[in-house]
């Protein structure tokens, strides 16, 4: 519905995260395996970018940066950007 549409533009423009809730039923049957890119972006981040640095490097937007590192921190079920990086580290994913 437009009202819908317009609460998700104003989430958006405070820059939340907006997800449909059909496709969040959607993921839950879906592999949470950590692509490539996304360990990719972390790494950067446990290096210490910053977003923005992150996007100009992968030539990546800062919107698909934040979303590969939520994305990292729901797959690893870590509580943050932190915890996602001290879980890759003790699991060998990063150093």
């Known amino acids: 519905s437009v009202r819908q549409l317009a609460a998700a533009i104003r989430q958006v423009a405070r ?3 907006v997800v449909d809730p059909r496709l969040e039923v959607a993921a839950i049957s879906t592999d949470k395996a950590v692509s490539t890119r996304e360990w990719e972006v972390l790494g950067l981040a446990a290096q210490g970018e910053t977003v923005a640095e992150i996007a100009r490097r992968l030539y990546l937007s800062l919107g698909t940066v934040r ?7 729901t797959k690893t079920g870590a509580r943050n950007r932190l915890d996602a990086i001290r879980i890759a580290r003790k699991d060998g994913w990063l150093r």
């Open 67 to 73: 979303n590969h590192i939520s994305s990292v921190i």
């Open 15 to 17: 820059g939340e995260r």
